[in-house]
């Protein structure tokens, strides 16, 4: 029992761990698994037919590709939009900027399918046919929250004396902001950039709503699953899993470098 107490919040944190990780383990398994019929739910077989051929399944690689695009456009302008958006917040005094603090939290509080009700029925009443700019319209504003919310906290911990130093060595507004507050934000911008990207690419509920005849990724799954899973499905998520932990560990390293060039 000693031992248990000792160690419990140690236990706490590998069990989490283990159950947010096995989902993607039995998605990765079954990216080799040949089904005898439609669905990809029991395992047959070990086989590399679906790595050899990622896109073999009709229209996939095109709904992905449409999504990455999204992602990235949906990325780009929540990340500009919400870093300038938090730097005002932070630095500066106006009218209504308690009430635009309060509003930059209902779209993270809202349920999706109101915000994806009311941004059809704008659509539609401003006669906007739906499509991929919709879709990029709505995913940039449900992106733009996280991302504010991410760059103002890191914006809210810097230290301003490090700005004034930078003033009284005659640096201009620019280089200012260019040589410190930037490098010095910049792990809040990318914290809040990957997660507008991941969130705008996992999307189903708001653009199944504005999407039209349009069919994106997370769409092509669900349609997939009412007819039969291909095994292509869990190579592109298990490749895209890959990758997100390579750039997790990638970071880390970076960082762990940086700390001790600092040193």
């Known amino acids: 029992m000693r031992w248990l107490k000792r160690n419990l919040v140690v236990?706490?944190?590998?069990?989490t761990l283990a159950y947010l990780i096995v989902p993607n383990i039995i998605v990765m398994v079954f990216s080799f698994n040949k089904p005898a019929g439609r669905f990809n739910y029991s395992w047959q077989e070990f086989s590399t037919d679906a790595w050899t051929d990622p896109c073999g399944?009709?229209?996939?690689?095109?709904?992905?590709?449409l999504s990455l695009q999204i992602a990235?456009?949906?990325?780009?302008?929540?990340?500009?939009?919400?870093?300038?958006?938090?730097f005002a917040l932070v630095r500066y005094r106006f009218r209504a900027r308690g009430t635009i603090n309060s509003l930059i939290f209902l779209p993270m509080a809202m349920p999706e399918v109101v915000m994806a009700a009311?941004?059809?029925?704008?659509?539609?009443?401003?006669?906007?046919?739906?499509?991929?700019?919709?879709?990029?319209?709505?995913?940039?504003?449900f992106c733009l929250s996280f991302v504010v919310v991410a760059v103002k906290?890191?914006?809210?911990?810097?230290?301003?004396?490090?700005?004034e130093a930078a003033r009284d060595l005659y640096a201009g507004p620019f280089q200012t902001f260019w040589r410190v507050t930037l490098p010095i934000a910049a792990p809040g911008i990318a914290a809040g950039a990957m997660l507008a990207f991941a969130l705008s690419f996992d999307d189903f509920i708001i653009t199944n709503f504005n999407?039209?005849?349009?069919?994106?990724?997370?769409?092509?799954?669900?349609?997939?699953?009412?007819?039969?899973?291909?095994?292509?499905?869990?190579?592109?998520?298990?490749a895209m899993f890959v990758i997100a932990v390579l750039v997790v560990v990638a970071a880390q390293v970076i960082g762990n470098r940086r700390k001790k060039t600092a040193l």
């Open 11 to 15: 236990l706490a944190g590998v069990l």
């Open 118 to 141: 009311s941004l059809l029925t704008l659509f539609l009443n401003l006669g906007v046919q739906l499509g991929f700019w919709t879709i990029l319209i709505a995913h940039t504003m």
């Open 211 to 238: 999407s039209g005849s349009t069919v994106t990724f997370p769409m092509f799954v669900w349609g997939s699953a009412q007819r039969g899973t291909p095994v292509q499905i869990n190579v592109i998520g298990t």
């Open 153 to 163: 906290a890191r914006v809210m911990s810097m230290d301003p004396r490090l700005e």
């Open 72 to 86: 990235f456009w949906a990325t780009v302008g929540a990340t500009l939009l919400g870093a300038m958006i938090a």
């Open 57 to 65: 399944v009709a229209d996939m690689c095109g709904s992905l590709v």
